[in-house]
């Protein structure tokens, strides 16, 4: 492949290929991943979007487009005579948005969309609005990498006493028997 250089010419570009699950990515040292279309090819999703979760940078973005299998295309496929290899890969985007969480990734914004492009759903309010983006023939989810970091802090040692629930001298418990004293 070739690249333009900064004098109009040019340049070979240098590619590495690696498999999806198994990056040649530093951890935390991307901003931004985006998977088209990638996790139905995958046998193991889980372990590929394990990985993105460690080459993210930590508020990293994750934008991930998928096809709906509970779209009426995807329905459709999974009748007898059209049967194929991808009727059981297609993920269910609520599926998927489980094992985001799993790994400290958060959903921030979820689409459907219809063959038509001038049809997009875009995280509808209203309970018919839901449910047609339930049935969109693909899905588009954006999501940020949340890490929570432990700074350690020092504790001083002190004793903190705890407050009574009576007043102090309205009880007296020398004798072992707690007797109300009389003001």
Excluded at 68 to 83: E, I
Excluded at 93 to 119: K, P, T, V
Excluded at 152 to 179: H, M
Aim: charged share 20%.
């Amino acid at each position: 492949m070739l690249s333009a250089s900064a004098d109009g010419g040019l340049t070979p570009l240098n590619l590495t290929l690696a498999y999806p699950d198994q990056l040649p990515i530093a951890t935390a040292s991307i901003d931004t991943a985006i998977l088209p279309h990638l996790l139905e090819f995958e046998n193991e999703p889980r372990a590929v979007l394990a990985e993105i979760e460690r080459v993210l940078k930590p508020g990293g973005h994750l934008h991930i487009l998928g096809l709906n299998p509970w779209s009426l295309s995807g329905l459709f496929k999974r009748l007898p005579p059209f049967q194929g290899d991808m009727r059981d890969k297609l993920i269910a985007h609520h599926r998927l948005i489980d094992w985001l969480n799993q790994l400290s990734i958060e959903a921030e914004w979820q689409a459907g969309f219809d063959y038509s492009l001038d049809h997009t759903i875009r995280t509808p309010a209203t309970l018919f609005g839901r449910s047609m983006a339930h049935l969109a023939a693909a899905y588009a989810i954006r999501a940020i990498k949340r890490t929570c970091t432990l700074t350690p802090v020092p504790l001083k040692a002190r004793w903190i006493s705890t407050p009574s629930l009576v007043p102090e001298g309205l009880l007296d418990t020398t004798s072992g028997v707690l007797n109300r004293k009389s003001p």
